[in-house]
């Protein structure tokens, strides 16, 4: 399957990613000068043909919304050309700290990347914030909030941003739409506590950090819903994994049913649960 460019507003698009995979979103100024949020580099030929399709004449900044390798690995080739990445001090710190390893783990089934792009790195953000910040072009402002509960929900450097002129909210990995979330690098309560103020948030557009776009508060509401009660129930079903009364299996199961059947990218149940069983809670 291919992504699709999702129209999110006058100048605002969204590359969604095939089956669940990440979103980026390009937001452009007047005159052709682009933001771009978020790159992956073994998707970067898609983040080109989606800035070119859409008549964006260059970046002037990557945004990353988190420091996962799916949304910063695209920081190297951004930075060659001379164009700021912007980032919370919580994501940057993140990537300092832990991000070497991950970069390694997630570049093995790709090495072919390091020749293509000399010098391939972990590239850390040179425009860092700690709270909010306001990233501008002729036409447009984007409000970045640092999001991440006590310094660590989905993520530590979890951010969202919203597009003031068309309004527009971008919440990263905070939220998912129609699939299964990767929760194994994030504290699940953290989590909770950071969703709630987003139940608040005001917008046309909503665009999860994977999953499809959506129309209009209400609904988007739902899908926040949505992602608070599947993390309360996951954790919950955690604990009973923790003190015996079920099994993992039990566990998997339920989280594959009922109200969760529908959802893509099944695989991430049992990364979940693996990952709290090996005791590597990030
Ligand atoms: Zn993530």
Request: charged share 25%; hydrophobic share 35%.
């Amino acid at each position: 399957m291919e992504s699709t460019i999702h129209r999110a507003g006058k100048s605002a698009y969204v590359i969604i990613g095939p089956e669940g995979a990440t979103n980026f979103s390009i937001v452009k100024g007047a005159g052709g000068a682009a933001v771009l949020i978020d790159a992956d580099i073994r998707r970067i030929d898609e983040v080109e043909e989606a800035l070119k399709l859409t008549g964006c004449a260059e970046v002037k900044y990557l945004i990353n919304t988190h420091e996962h390798f799916d949304h910063t690995s695209g920081n190297h080739y951004f930075r060659q050309r001379g164009i700021p990445i912007v980032a919370s001090a919580g994501c940057v710190g993140a990537m300092r700290n832990e991000g070497g390893p991950d970069f390694e783990r997630m570049m093995k089934p790709v090495l072919e990347l390091y020749e293509r792009f000399p010098g391939l790195s972990l590239t850390l953000a040179d425009v860092v914030f700690s709270d909010r910040t306001t990233v501008t072009l002729p036409g447009v402002t984007l409000q970045l909030e640092y999001r991440a509960e006590n310094g660590h929900s989905h993520s530590k450097g979890d951010t969202t941003i919203y597009f003031e002129e068309e309004e527009i909210f971008i919440a990263g990995d905070l939220l998912y739409t129609e699939v299964h979330p990767v929760t194994f690098f994030g504290n699940i309560p953290n989590w909770l506590t950071a969703l709630k103020p987003l139940f608040q948030t005001h917008y046309k557009q909503l665009v999860p950090g994977h999953g499809p776009a959506v129309d209009g508060e209400q609904a988007g509401r739902g899908y926040f819903q949505k992602m608070h009660d599947y993390l309360e129930d996951f954790y919950g079903n955690l604990e009973e994994i923790r003190s015996g009364r079920k099994s993992r299996d039990e566990v998997a199961t339920h989280m594959l049913a009922g109200n969760y059947a529908g959802l893509g990218k099944t695989r991430m149940v049992e990364r979940n649960i693996n990952q709290f069983l090996t005791g590597k809670w990030y």
